[in-house]
């Protein structure tokens, strides 16, 4: 079982809809968690940290279910500039620091 | 956020040489992280850059062919070293932890091998 897994997509989706994206992860002692956003030949940016009581970011809200260990990202009236691959990030061993990546969910909004 | 370049930020090699990339940042950071992503894949981690020591490299990774210097808290370099066409990648550099353990990355460099 890969230590991150997210389904690659890609969706399309017309703008204005709504869409959400699931990543699960298999370490259950992880204790941060990111969705990241990487628009193509570009560097990842930080979308949004997830907390475990859920946050939201004006069009963007993030879950986490640490009993189903389950990470979830809902992007709310899509803008054709939400078209990018969204990262799931889990963290490594503790004190470490390092990332763990999922392989990308791929968004294309169309007009 | 801290702001980070990478140098060079695109080359083409042959195969049999080495290539070093530069990862400067405009503040000191604790941690600095090389990863590489090769077409269509996510990012893989290469190895955690040590201020003042070695290297901390990821399993599949080896000093001889990725050695990384860190002489201090922004800067750090990764060398790609006897290069194959295996090795054509897009390599980034990470700095961290912000707040939350965030981490921010370099423009990242994009490698072909011939």
């Known amino acids: 079982r890969k230590e991150v897994e997210q389904d690659p997509g890609p969706f399309n989706v017309p703008e204005g809809a709504t869409v959400a994206f699931n990543c699960t992860y298999s370490n259950s002692a992880s204790q941060s968690f990111f969705w990241y956003r990487q628009d193509c030949r570009k560097e990842p940016k930080l979308l949004m940290s997830?907390?475990?009581s859920g946050n939201e970011d004006g069009r963007f809200t993030a879950q986490l279910n640490r009993a189903s260990q389950y990470i979830s990202l809902l992007i709310r009236d899509s803008k054709l500039s939400d078209s990018a691959t969204y990262l799931c990030?889990?963290?490594?061993?503790?004190?470490?620091?390092?990332?763990?990546f999922g392989t990308g969910t791929r968004l294309k909004v169309l007009a | 956020s801290a702001v980070i370049s990478q140098k060079p930020s695109r080359d083409i090699c042959q195969r049999g040489t080495s290539l070093t990339i530069q990862c400067q940042v405009d503040s000191q950071v604790t941690m600095m992280f090389w990863y590489r992503q090769q077409p269509g894949q996510s990012l893989t981690l290469i190895a955690t850059?040590?201020?003042?020591?070695?290297?901390?490299?990821e399993s599949g990774f080896v000093i001889d062919k990725f050695p990384i210097s860190r002489p201090n808290l922004t800067f750090s370099t990764l060398t790609v070293s006897n290069m194959s066409p295996e090795d054509s990648s897009i390599y980034l550099c990470?700095?961290?932890?912000?707040?939350?353990?965030?981490?921010?990355f370099g423009p990242g460099t994009r490698l072909t091998v011939l």
């Open positions: 990030v889990v963290d490594g061993p503790s004190g470490t620091y390092k990332y763990i």
């Open positions: 990470s700095v961290g932890p912000g707040g939350s353990d965030t981490q921010y």
């Open positions: 850059a040590n201020q003042g020591s070695e290297a901390t490299y």
């Open positions: 997830v907390y475990s």
